[in-house]
Nanobody, 117 residues
């Protein structure tokens, strides 16, 4: 029963910061780690890649967020975080975390991030 739950979204002003968390249950990342990816989807737009972190904590970011966002993981807590800074209105979206197991994709319910003055 693998489940992912995103949290930490909310309303922030442009230039502000917010940290999202992806909490995973049903799998122990200490013994069975997986790469975890953050995606986002804004109304009327396609889902887009945001950031990924590998089991060895290698990271990669979309150009649109590079230098502003930071992805990290705590395998002991089965949690992946996304620190977001210098937020822009175009960052407004529902943010989702994802990983694969046995060729199956697992997604959380998403958390809304709204950047507006």
């Amino acid at each position: 029963q693998v489940q992912l739950v995103e949290s930490g979204g909310g309303l922030v002003q442009p230039g502000g910061s917010l940290t999202l968390a992806c909490s995973v249950s049903g799998i122990d990342f200490n013994t069975k780690p997986k790469p975890v990816t953050w995606y986002r989807q804004a109304p009327g737009k396609q889902r887009e890649f945001v950031a990924i972190i590998t089991v060895s904590r290698q990271t990669m970011y979309a150009d649109s967020v590079k230098g502003r966002f930071n992805i990290s993981r705590d395998n002991g807590k089965n949690t992946v975080s996304l620190q977001m800074g210098s937020l822009k209105p175009e960052d407004t979206a529902v943010y989702y975390c994802n990983f694969r197991r046995h060729s199956d994709d697992y997604w959380g319910q998403g958390t809304q991030v709204t950047v507006s003055s």
